[in-house]
């Protein structure tokens, strides 16, 4: 069975950085697409990021010219860096990979913007 293990989460300022890292267990086949959502207290899970096999990436709008989502196919894994950060990016995020026959979620890391 597939694991995607997230790391790379932690406390920061506001105006500060950091970059998340999703590695998956094994090879995925046949990978429609790959992304970041998270899910603060008492919200909804959204889509913070998602990158295609292409290379085609969109954002949310509350992260445009803030985060970069990226992938190393070598390395079944997927970056986000996340730039500027702000207090209401605080959330916990999920790393997703999508594929032709299921759809793969990683526990979870948590990033917290203090002000």
């Known amino acids: 069975q597939v694991q995607l293990v997230e790391s790379g989460g932690g406390l920061v300022q506001a105006g500060g950085s950091l970059r998340l890292s999703c590695v998956a267990s094994r090879i995925i086949w046949s990978i429609t697409g790959m992304g970041w959502y998270r899910q603060a207290p008492g919200k909804q899970r959204e889509l913070v990021a998602r990158?295609?096999?292409?290379?085609?990436?969109n954002y949310a709008d509350s992260v445009k010219g803030r985060f970069t989502i990226s992938r190393d196919n070598a390395k079944n894994t997927v970056y986000l860096q996340m730039n500027s950060l702000k207090p209401e990016d605080t959330a916990l995020y999920y790393c997703?990979?999508?594929?032709?026959?299921?759809?793969?979620w990683g526990q979870g890391t948590q990033v917290t913007v203090s002000s």
């Open positions: 990158i295609t096999t292409g290379g085609s990436t």
């Open positions: 997703n990979v999508a594929s032709t026959r299921s759809d793969y």
